[in-house]
């Protein structure tokens, strides 16, 4: 599977500051702003983690994945010396 459609994935422009929607959430737009957020969460496939689709990782599928990626880059040690 790629990695970029994956819903943990972060793409370099996805922050903190990002605005998905332009209008704020005011008291009498509720239903366009719902639907407006709704829309760019789907978009960005990140929508699961708001409706519960998607669940926490356990610690042990998140330890795993980072010594799995830590083997992986070791890997690249030798190749890397060479070529310095």
Known sequence: MDESRSPYFLHNG???GL???SH???G???NTWSRAMSMALNVKNKLGFIDDIISQPSTIAILFD???EI???SLYIDIV????
């Open 71 to 73: 083997v992986n880059n």
């Open 19 to 21: 605005d998905l929607v």
């Open 81 to 84: 010396v060479e070529v310095w």
């Open 24 to 26: 704020h959430l005011m």
């Open 66 to 68: 980072t010594c799995k």
């Open 14 to 16: 996805d922050h903190s």
């Open 28 to 30: 009498n737009n509720n």
